[in-house]
């Protein structure tokens, strides 16, 4: 049996364009895994064509069957995390162990406040 973990310090899931963003990936594998790599990324959801982007990425070099690594970035300026009535973007921290996947999403936006269209009245 294999497992996968995300741990974001402080459980903090919410920052700002510019914050660091740090934490710990762990695995328990029955053997010594092939690759092993920790992402951070963005993507769509929603009607249309989804899109999704690596905005840095970290290769675990000799990955070993039972493993904890470090991760540390500073986050980009952009783009911002938001909700629409048709898209949303979502930011996450990603790790892959072959080809075994975990995600945790984040939020990433001034004021540590999700952006959210079409919420005002408008004219």
Request: hydrophobic content about 35%; aromatic content about 8%.
């Amino acid at each position: 049996m294999s497992s996968i973990r995300i741990e974001l310090d402080q459980n903090q899931t919410t920052y700002q364009p510019g914050q660091e963003i740090s934490g710990t990936v762990s695995w328990q594998h029955d053997r010594v895994p092939k690759n092993a790599c920790v992402r951070l990324i963005w993507y769509t959801q929603g009607k249309g064509t989804e899109d999704a982007g690596i905005a840095e990425k970290f290769v675990l070099d000799l990955p070993q069957p039972t493993d904890q690594r470090r991760f540390e970035w500073t986050l980009p300026a952009g783009p911002y995390s938001f909700s629409g009535r048709l898209i949303s973007l979502i930011w996450a921290v990603e790790l892959e162990v072959d080809k075994k996947f975990s995600r945790t999403d984040i939020l990433v936006a001034p004021d540590g406040q999700e952006i959210v269209l079409g919420s005002s009245g408008g004219s």
